[in-house]
């Protein structure tokens, strides 16, 4: 049976498409295979980072990555074009349960955190360094935030980061607002990552996912029954063997996208 076409890719940067150690040769074998896609078989490129947007539009360019369509910075709190030029109407459903300082205010309270730099601060991101916490400290961060009756999401990942961010804000939505926003339909969509603030993308309805083989094992835990494809390779290289898993570049998705856009 031909797999799906792929018409929108979401991919993490930092651990899924960008190697910790820096590799430039494995960015640069994504690229290259990415680029030689034929146009009319390449799906629409989103990056989805924990960074925020303009520090991945900065990036992206460094690493010679090719240019995406959108970027969903934040962790999910913002979504913009290439050019970064907001996507009208996904930020605007933030403000109600969110108060940033309020959110800092209780968190200075929590034993052990660290404020992250300032370039992952946000008006709708509140990061903070905790490592190593346990399930039941997180928990007791969340407790302590409902209290004051703030509407949150906090996301812990890679035992260090603790992001809290408007209750309606994840890379998971993000995701299903950039795939409505483009028509396309969530069967069509791949995402990739590797860690667990990337967790809510696998677990939008209908996408089909690539996880990393330096994935951490809170996101295993995570996407455990979700049907996932586990990379053997490392990062932007487990990226390229996802992809093709999904048929993209291979001759038989090809043949599935021409019966597709034959006109009834
Ligand atoms: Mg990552």
Redesign the pocket.
């Known amino acids: 049976m031909p797999q799906r076409p792929i018409r929108l890719f979401v991919s ?5 498409l960008l190697p910790f150690d820096g590799d430039q040769p494995t960015v640069d074998r994504f690229s290259t295979w990415w680029n030689a896609l034929p146009l009319n078989d390449r799906p629409l490129l989103v990056y989805s ?2 960074r925020l947007y303009h520090d991945v539009l900065e990036v992206v360019p460094q690493v010679r990555l090719p240019p995406p369509d959108f970027v969903i910075g934040g962790v999910g709190t913002s979504i913009v074009d290439g050019a970064g030029r907001p996507v009208v109407g996904y930020r605007e459903r933030f403000r109600e349960g969110w108060d940033r300082s309020l959110v800092h205010d209780v968190m200075v309270g929590v034993t052990g955190v660290q404020p992250q730099p300032a370039r992952y601060q946000s008006p709708f991101k509140s990061s903070w360094f905790l490592y190593d916490a346990d399930e039941a400290a997180v928990a007791r961060i969340r407790v302590a935030l409902a209290e004051v009756e703030l509407r949150v999401r906090v996301i812990y ?2 035992r260090r980061d603790l992001d809290v961010l408007p209750e309606d804000a994840d890379k998971g939505r993000a995701v299903s607002w950039v795939a409505h926003h483009l028509h396309v339909s969530p069967e069509h969509v791949v995402v990739a ?3 667990e ?2 967790l809510a993308m696998f677990q939008v309805d209908g996408v089909r996912g690539i996880v990393v083989a330096n994935a951490t094992p809170g996101l295993l835990a995570g996407v455990r029954g979700l049907g996932v494809f586990r990379a053997k390779k490392f990062a932007s290289d487990g990226v390229i063997e996802g992809l093709t898993a999904f048929g993209l570049g291979t001759p038989a998705t090809r043949a599935a996208r021409r019966l597709i856009r034959k006109p009834l």
Request: proline share 0%; aromatic share 0%.
């Open positions: 993490d940067l930092d651990g899924t980072s924990g990942s890679s990552g590797d860690t603030n990337d």
